[in-house]
């Protein structure tokens, strides 16, 4: 099993930059991508910005030109690094991290961070 452990989540103003970790534990074999995905209430999950061991990235629409993915692959962590926050940004970060196993991908969860940007 893999756990993976949010940390930075927080309380920010509108404007401002925060920072969010993620260090992944446990059967970390096979790992292909990892990332991150926001929900605020009411809302479906969606993606941020996620990163594949190549490099390759892939951001979404309401993150580019703010938000920058990063990632320590021998540490096993990503960091998403949140600039000029606003209020929409307001949600619950899940860190995800996907493996290739011998029976297919294999996406793994972490609790999530809440982060609330206020005006």
């Known amino acids: 099993q893999v756990q993976l452990v949010e940390s930075g989540g927080g309380l920010v103003q509108a404007g401002e930059s925060l920072r969010l970790s993620c260090e992944a534990s446990?059967?970390?074999?096979?790992?292909?991508?990892m990332g991150w995905f926001r929900q605020a209430p009411g809302k479906q999950r969606e993606l941020v910005a996620i990163?594949?061991?190549?490099?390759?990235?892939t951001v979404g629409e309401s993150a580019k030109g703010r938000f920058a993915i990063s990632r320590d692959i021998a540490k096993n962590t990503v960091y998403l690094q949140m600039n000029g926050v606003k209020v929409g940004d307001s949600a619950v970060y899940y860190c995800?991290?996907?493996?290739?196993?011998?029976?297919?991908?294999?996406?793994?969860w972490g609790q999530g961070a809440q982060v609330t940007v206020g005006s």
């Open positions: 446990g059967s970390t074999f096979g790992v292909t991508a």
């Open positions: 990163q594949s061991n190549n490099g390759q990235t």
């Open positions: 995800c991290m996907q493996r290739s196993l011998s029976h297919g991908l294999q996406a793994s």
